[in-house]
């Protein structure tokens, strides 16, 4: 139990174009998300949290206009990179939680800016 | 302000020797601890955690955890390691300000050489 998934998992895009990543939590309902940016050999960095039905709550220096969050159901969350550049590029991690329960962490998405 | 630390970048023991990777925190009030385990391109696995009770924490794959307050510990252990435990481990703390985010540590890659 208690799966999260990530789509695609490996993404290349020119710079200047959107990129949209999907986290889906497969066998709960997740009252919760979360979106976690990790540079290489670095720890993740929360960049923001979103609750179904709400508008996302962003870290302190994160672009929201940049990163555009949706959390439009209980088992899907997803995040567009606007106008990307190549500085942009990391692994994008998501996770999921219902209630108060542990985050669940899906399996991560590489984007890649060219 | 809520941090914790992981000393230590890398740790390598040989298979069948025990192993520890270090961590320590700095929360005010009672903290809740994590430990997660990263492979290449994948998303975090949780390990174990600390919320409240005895101080040391079973978790999965034969990993456990002590808790210590007096010296704000919270250090990961098996007693065996194997090659396959080979990975990036982080440390987390659960902020006391919002308990939806987690702080990371900056991670400890643990190698098992046979």
């Known amino acids: 139990g208690a799966v999260v998934s990530q789509h695609p998992s490996r993404v290349i895009c020119k710079s200047g174009t959107s990129v949209k990543i999907e986290c889906r939590s497969l066998?709960?309902?997740?009252?919760?998300m979360f979106w976690y940016r990790q540079f290489p050999k670095q720890s993740l960095m929360l960049m923001a949290t979103?609750?179904?039905?709400?508008?996302?709550?962003?870290e302190q220096g994160v672009e929201k206009d940049k990163f555009l969050i949706n959390h439009a159901s209980l088992t899907l969350s997803t995040l567009t990179v606007t106008s990307a550049h190549p500085e942009d590029s990391s692994f994008y991690i998501c996770?999921?939680?219902?209630?108060?329960?542990?985050?669940?962490f899906g399996p991560g998405t590489r984007l890649t800016v060219t | 302000a809520q941090s914790v630390a992981q000393p230590e970048d890398q740790v390598k023991v040989a298979e069948g020797n025990p192993l520890t990777v270090k961590c320590t925190y700095s929360?005010?009030?009672?903290?809740?601890l994590f430990w997660y385990v990263q492979y290449p391109n994948r998303g975090l696995q949780f390990l174990l955690k600390?919320?409240?009770?005895?101080?040391l924490v079973k978790g999965s794959y034969g990993f456990e955890a002590e808790f210590n307050k007096s010296q704000t510990s919270f250090h990961l252990k098996k007693p065996s390691a194997l090659v396959s435990d080979s990975a990036l481990y982080f440390c987390?703390?659960?902020?006391?300000?919002?308990?939806?985010?987690?702080?990371f540590g900056t991670g400890t890659r643990l190698q098992v050489f046979p």
């Open positions: 600390y919320i409240t009770g005895d101080n």
């Open positions: 996770s999921a939680r219902t209630g108060q329960s542990e985050q669940y």
């Open positions: 929360v005010s009030g009672n903290p809740y």
């Open positions: 066998d709960f309902q997740a009252t919760t």
């Open positions: 987390a703390v659960r902020a006391v300000y919002n308990t939806d985010k987690l702080i």
């Open positions: 979103s609750n179904e039905g709400s508008k996302a709550t962003y």
